[in-house]
Nanobody, 121 residues
Framework: VQLQASGGGLVQVGGSLRLSCAASGDIFKVYSMGWYRQAPEKNQRELVARAGADGDTNHADSVKGRFTISRDNARNTVYLQMNNLKPEDTAVYYC???????????????WGQGTLVTVSS
């Protein structure tokens, strides 16, 4: 099972980016999917947004009204639409998926490789 993230880059303040993350492999079911981020000066990742398999979503207070998470269950893909970006959004963004692999004993969290988002002022 692999997670492939894409869509990061350099953008000016107020700009937009859309991140994508696709899960592939021998998957029976994907439960929660979402995004964390880690800013350059911080040692911990923070949850940005998550989306359950049934469509429920949660967004961090710092991104509410600007970021929107969505997912395509048929493609096992999660998206993060980021609008009105601010310098404090600069971070490496990591996607994750809680996956039940075919033949597996229980679901597990799989992480993508991280994609850098830089917001310049």
């Amino acid at each position: 099972v692999q997670l492939q993230a894409s869509g990061g880059g350099l953008v000016q303040v107020g700009g937009s980016l859309r991140l994508s993350c696709a899960a592939s492999g021998d998957i029976f079911k994907v439960y929660s999917m979402g995004w964390y981020r880690q800013a350059p000066e911080k040692n911990q990742r923070e949850l940005v947004a998550r989306a359950g398999a049934d469509g429920d979503t949660n967004h961090a207070d710092s991104v509410k009204g600007r970021f929107t998470i969505s997912r395509d269950n048929a493609r096992n893909t999660v998206y993060l639409q980021m609008n009105n970006l601010k310098p404090e959004d600069t971070a490496v963004y990591y996607c994750y998926a809680n996956i039940f692999e075919r033949g597996g004993a229980r679901p597990f969290n799989k992480w993508g490789q991280g994609t850098l988002v830089t917001v310049s002022s």
